[in-house]
């Protein structure tokens, strides 16, 4: 049979959308005109950490924003007018973020890109949808963020990931009993949703959640808990964490000596969590944005441009920065207001980017590749275990999975 209906039921709309027809959307700033076009250029705003706590990956996305550009550049631009990036530093602090975006917006931008971590978007949720700005957003992926008419994301959500977590185990691996951590400290949001909605989605399949552990992420030893999440007998644990927490996490699982499977979110798709699990980590998967297997034309033509360009590989934040400035672009040519912004990318079918493919949904947000990797033996002349691509496949088949009685 199939999946609970209530298992993956979304709204077809947004809580503020459904607002927006309810009192008449010719009051909405949706349907304003977006700001003039001046020295014909096409001004965008760049919201991204340059400096404090998530410098490395702000870095990282405006190297990707700013191929995409140059590439849009080199055609056409917007419309048939240059890109002029306007990049600002938020020192990865959420109320700078609502700074700059409200100087941006007074600055004239026809549209943005917002921000590294949820927390540096979410802030401007209620700016972003009194102004109406267009904006993509690179990796932000608190589900609250839908709500905003204007405002998409280029990624997966944190509920869509803690899904396929779900499914992957139950589906594919065949286990019956997980353990989940549940990460305590404050700011913590991503890690706990992604373990309740796990948890919660696994039990509907049919599996049990034999215990919950509380843990915080500040914590300098996690063994107790460790211990006492073991103690229950699980199968598979999940670990939804930051990236070098993660790493630690894992590794202490297995000094403890659990080699059942591992899982976790695309908080561990960095090297720093190869860094810290340790070069025997054993059995462990977790969802991604990007893989470098994924074998289409635009993500080897990515590749390579962004290596002879920047002189390294890229990575997911790259391949994320790079997709959403060329989501805006395709969402922003011929807008005259916000709303045609909206209708440009509802009409997105089957758009190969850099990270994954990409078409609109229903649901108000993109149905995109996400991908599952799996950890190996460092390769020949590293001394890292290897991410490798283990599955990829559309959000939206997951909703289509079929329970075998």
Not at 26 to 42: D, H, K
Not at 379 to 391: K, Q
């Amino acid at each position: 049979m199939k999946f609970p209906a209530l298992l993956f039921r979304t709204a077809l709309i947004s809580p503020v959308s459904a607002m927006l027809l309810l009192t008449g959307c010719i009051f909405s700033p949706v349907y304003q005109s977006l700001p003039p076009v001046e020295n014909n250029t096409v001004k965008i705003g760049v919201i991204v950490p340059l400096s404090g706590k998530n410098q490395p990956y702000g870095a990282r996305l405006r190297d990707g924003i700013q191929l995409a550009a140059d590439e849009l550049n080199n055609s056409r631009g917007i419309g048939g007018l240059p890109i002029e990036l306007l990049i600002r530093d938020n020192r990865s602090n959420p109320a700078e973020s609502l700074r700059l975006a409200r100087e941006l917006a007074d600055s004239g931008v026809r549209g943005l890109i917002p921000g590294y971590d949820s927390a540096e978007v979410a802030v401007l949720k209620e700016f972003l949808a009194e102004r109406a700005i267009p904006a993509v957003t690179p990796v932000a992926s608190d589900d609250t963020l839908n709500e905003v008419p204007a405002l998409f994301q280029a990624v997966f959500t944190n509920r869509e990931q803690a899904r396929v977590l779900a499914a992957y185990v139950w589906y594919w691996r065949k286990l019956l009993r997980m353990g989940i951590l549940i990460d305590t400290a404050p700011g913590a949001d991503y890690a706990r949703d992604i373990a309740r909605e796990c948890g919660r989605v696994f039990t509907e399949l049919g599996g049990s959640v034999v215990s919950s552990v509380e843990f915080r992420n500040d914590m300098t030893d996690f063994t107790p808990n460790l211990r006492e999440l073991l103690l229950s007998g699980p199968q598979v644990i999940l670990v939804p964490a930051e990236t070098s927490v993660s790493g630690r996490i894992v590794r202490r699982l297995r000094e403890l000596g659990f080699r059942g499977l591992i899982i976790g979110p695309d908080s561990w798709d960095e090297r720093e969590f190869l860094q810290e699990c340790g070069p025997t980590p054993g059995d462990c998967a977790y969802t991604a944005f990007y893989a470098p297997e994924f074998d289409r034309a635009e993500n080897r033509e990515f590749r390579t441009a962004f290596r002879k360009t920047f002189f390294v590989y890229p990575g997911a934040c790259e391949a994320q920065g790079y997709d959403a400035m060329k989501l805006l672009a395709t969402g922003l040519e011929g807008a005259k207001t916000p709303h045609d912004f909206i209708l440009n990318l509802q009409s997105i079918r089957n758009y190969s980017g850099a990270a994954a493919l990409y078409s609109f949904r229903q649901n108000g947000r993109f149905d995109r590749t996400i991908f599952i990797k799996s950890l190996g033996p460092a390769r020949r002349g590293e001394e890292l275990p290897s991410a490798r691509l283990s599955r990829s496949f559309p959000i939206s088949r997951i909703d289509q999975l079929e329970i075998n009685e």
